[in-house]
């Protein structure tokens, strides 16, 4: 049976810390018997793949273009898909829950279809946003990776 | 030449003042000889298209399913891709700018895709969204159908 | 309400004969009233857009890159969806029947992808496929575009 | 660094001799270290899925539908795309190399996108096609599971 996935999303380009974060919740992804799928490129996408590799575990890169190579070195299973930005949706449809870690107007459009397909997501350090009413978007933050992690897999009833 | 086209994306269910407001726009983009692009569905996307057919405009509708005879009445180009949510990402590529009229997390979706990717963005009573530093998303706001349409046609250099 | 659409697919390069084969097609599509698709590219596709164009058609170029300014210059409509061979699906999906002239492999592949999801086919000078079974693949044959064109508008009930 | 993977292609159902076939030449791919990619579903997909798995092989399903549960007892990894059978092109963009067995207009599809992309193809009992100038398609067709597997590494250098 197709094991449990959850994709982590975030920018291409991020700083240390983040880094740090993300290659955290890659490991504990990892530790808990789930498949990390990323879009297989740099940042948070290298950061989360390296920590979940290294952990043990599963790595899948659903990548923007059509050349498995350009995935990043800890991706065990590149999913090349020459559809450029239109794969965030893949990586969205690919994932039983959706982790945030900051990230840019990418990683926004994740967390959006996510939501709107009904897949769990949890924030971390990443965009907040007010619906046209001004209402809360009710996105779940969390403040550190095991935060996160836990309550990912609580949504996730494992 | 292939004409200019200006996407107008919403929720596909609205109160009656933002359908005012979504077939107002329409209307003035098709006035502007400018195509419009949407998702072919109720709501938002049905008024859109209502105004600009009505005009005398070229309304064109990328539908998530597969079925063309899904589309509203208004839309005279039917693109039923059998995509899903993923559509929205053709709607985005197919438009030159975007238009946001209030809308769900389909909208902003489409919000952030088109930033992602360079296209000019202005809303109409829709999300407001704080980056992951706290930072305001800079993204152009609209009072009224006028004032978004001028804009965007000004984005255009047209 | 969506009008009846009708995709020409062919090569992207391709000789004098097959390009006055794919212009008459495109023509005689105009002048049913249906909108032409094609790839929006070079060769047949360009031929066809040109002959339907000059006959006062609605031309529509459903393009594998992300620039619009890539269709050739009588498509009217161009869907740009950077998602390169895969966008061979996006136009036998938007199309009511499907007309192959000539062709290479994508070709064959939009015949395919057109006959799996049940959308009529004509082949004019087109591949011919033999089974696994070893049996003929029925694939209608037309030796004219006229031929081609009344097949296919007797397919649709018009 | 990403494993290679080799697609298994073939029709959603098949007779018993048929699923012999696909088994072992998933038997093969998963005792040669590559990844198997199939579209996940029942049939020739599923028998060469069973091959590999069995063989203890890494066992990818890229879904037409959005629900991961729909994969076949033997994928691991299931990425749901909900494209319809525009997943078919994913299932080649993300191969080193195709395998047909037998066969529908689904797996021709799949056939021509792979050729047209320019990756390798073996056939076992699959499709023969005679292109528009009447000249064969040059297809390599292998008589055995063995033949096709060592063929596709071959080509792929390994």
Chains 1, 2, 3, 4 share one sequence.
């Not at 490991?27 to 979940?52: D, Q």
């Not at 590149?78 to 959706?98: C, D, E, F, K, Y």
């Not at 935060?147 to 990912?152: G, I, K, R, T």
Request: glycine content about 14%; proline content about 3%; some cysteine.
């Amino acid at each position: 049976m197709a094991r449990v996935a959850v994709a982590v999303v975030g920018s291409g380009e991020c700083d240390a810390d983040t880094a740090a974060l993300a290659s955290e919740v890659g490991r504990l992804i990892a530790e808990r018997g789930a498949i990390l799928i990323t879009g297989g490129s740099t940042g948070v996408m290298e950061a989360a793949s390296r920590g979940a590799h290294t952990a043990g575990g599963l790595v899948v890169g659903i990548l923007a273009g059509a050349d498995p190579a350009a995935a990043n070195a800890w991706v065990e299973v590149a999913i090349p898909t020459g559809m450029g930005q239109l794969r965030n949706g893949l990586i969205v449809s690919s994932a039983g829950a959706v982790i945030a870690v900051a990230g840019e107007w990418g990683t926004l459009s994740e967390i959006a279809l996510a939501r709107k397909t009904g897949k769990p997501v949890v924030g971390l350090h990443t965009w907040r946003c007010a619906r046209p009413d001004g209402e809360s978007d009710d996105l779940v933050q969390a403040d550190t990776p095991q935060a996160a992690v836990d309550h990912v897999f609580a949504l996730l009833g494992r």
